[in-house]
């Protein structure tokens, strides 16, 4: 179905890759596969080494300019189109691969979303479907291009797809099983507010239809009429909510209830409550209670998502790199209250560091080492809490930041790395620091 819709979108067009990295290079393979398109092109604004034969190419710092000679652009996540383009305003038609994926598979998708926490309920939702042995596969945003899927895909396959905010931006393509975790700010450095990000966001709902699902954790979204879809809403400690976490521990959709493993390895609050959107998820796909609970207690978490890295020097050490912003620092600290050395800072975004400066005034955390530029920032924008700021230290990087907290951290205790900033000042992306992370804790 899916080479069925890309023929008919690239047949005889002028078609463009906005974008050769992993998703383009997916998607190449199966144009090439389909044919039909009348011209082929490249735009990207680093070098391509290996081309493919008898594409055009546009490389530079102008690639965007190549847009207007084509007929279907099918853009890369996180390109900003330049000057502030819109698609509308070009007489080109923009679209993705996830719209392309959609469009061939909305029905049989559950597209889940949110700041924070998208990728940890996607692959755990698929691993729970896997110990059901019911025939899913898993894609997306988490790293796996949804043109590597085809081949797996049949009409009985559970689609489980992480979708980012930059898959959505320009998606007119709605799942028919959605879910929507929660917003905060972020991403600001590409979509300028923090209304537009929002607005983004909810394509993932925009355009569902009647019989439809949206479980939305979101306080506030949709509002009456915004969302065609059945909407379930998760909340914490009600149990009159269609899906909810009660005490803790136990997780309830639709009058039916599973208290969570005791020996799990999911940490903290917030993962039990990606646990619940889990069980009202998989439930609706067929699993028993007995598949979901042993397919919850058999997961090991995702890299640098508050995962406990080891003792070293004494310490233990816990990586967070995926965090970059105030609420998940705010929730990894809540999840380890033996932590006594925090490391807090990276790319300076220009969210609002005041929920976490004021979290951080009362909470009883010995040392803060401020890393980078949010971490400069965060330092003068405690001027008005003295105590607070008598905790804080300042290191220009991770090798200092680690180094220092080495020297300051009590023996036994928790040094967790949970930056609440972005890393692409200084590194590729959040992998790339959680692996530095990691390196220097072990030297």
């Known amino acids: 179905m899916l080479l069925t819709k890309l023929r008919e979108m690239t047949d005889g067009k002028r078609v463009l890759l906005l974008g050769f990295g992993r998703e383009g290079r997916s998607l190449y393979k199966r144009l090439s596969a389909v044919g039909g398109y009348a011209v082929l092109g490249i735009a990207d604004q680093n070098p391509v080494s290996d081309a493919p034969e008898g594409v055009s190419l546009h490389i530079g710092s102008d690639y965007q300019n190549a847009m207007r000679d084509y007929d279907v ?10 000057d502030g383009s819109k698609p ?25 979303t949110g700041t ?14 896997q110990t059901a042995k019911i025939p899913s ?107 909810t976490l009660l005490h803790g521990d136990t997780v309830c959709c639709g009058g039916s209830s ?10 903290g609050e917030h ?34 998502r508050l995962s406990f890295v080891g003792t070293y020097s004494g310490i233990r050490w816990y990586d967070d790199s995926i965090s970059t912003a105030c609420e998940t620092c705010i929730q990894a600290l809540t999840a380890l209250p033996e932590t006594d050395t925090v490391l807090i800072g990276g790319m300076d975004r220009g969210i609002n560091y005041t929920p976490l400066i004021e979290y951080l005034a009362a909470s009883p955390v010995p040392h803060i080492i401020l890393m980078s530029d949010s971490g400069s920032r965060i330092y003068e924008e405690s001027a008005a809490y003295a105590e607070l700021r008598d905790r804080m230290q300042y290191a220009k990087g991770m090798p200092e930041a680690v180094a220092l907290a080495k020297q300051i951290t009590a023996k036994g205790k928790i040094c967790l790395m949970s930056p609440a ?11 790339e620091r959680g692996r530095h992370f990691q390196e220097l804790i072990k030297e």
Not at 73 to 82: M, W
């Open 258 to 267: 599973l208290k969570l493993p005791e020996d799990m390895l999911l940490t």
């Open 271 to 304: 993962n039990r409550y990606n646990c619940a959107v889990v069980y009202a998820l998989a439930k609706r796909c067929g699993c028993s209670d007995a598949d979901i609970y042993e397919g919850i207690r058999t997961f090991s978490p995702l890299p640098h």
């Open 421 to 431: 900033a972005a890393s692409y000042n200084v590194y590729k992306n959040f992998e």
């Open 88 to 112: 509308e305003q070009l007489p080109c038609r923009v679209t993705s691969l996830t719209e392309l994926f959609l469009s061939a598979y909305r029905d049989q998708c559950i597209g889940i």
């Open 137 to 243: 596969v898993l894609g997306g945003n988490i790293g796996i291009p949804t043109a590597d899927l085809y081949e797996q895909i049949t009409p009985e396959t559970v689609i489980v797809l992480e979708i980012g905010v930059h898959q959505l931006e320009y998606n007119h393509v709605s799942p028919k099983n959605a879910v929507f975790l929660n917003l905060y700010e972020e991403h600001l450095d590409h979509y300028g507010t923090f209304e537009y990000y929002a607005y983004c966001k909810e394509n993932i709902y925009r355009n569902q239809r009647p019989g439809d699902l949206l479980i939305c954790g979101q306080e506030g979204l949709p509002e009456a009429g915004d969302c065609a879809a059945e909407v379930l809403r998760l909340r914490k400690d009600d149990p009159a909510a269609d899906v």
């Open 73 to 82: 652009v099918f853009k890369s996540p996180g390109i900003v189109l330049k």
């Open 116 to 129: 924070k926490g998208k990728s940890t309920t996607s692959s755990l939702l698929y691993h729970v479907l």
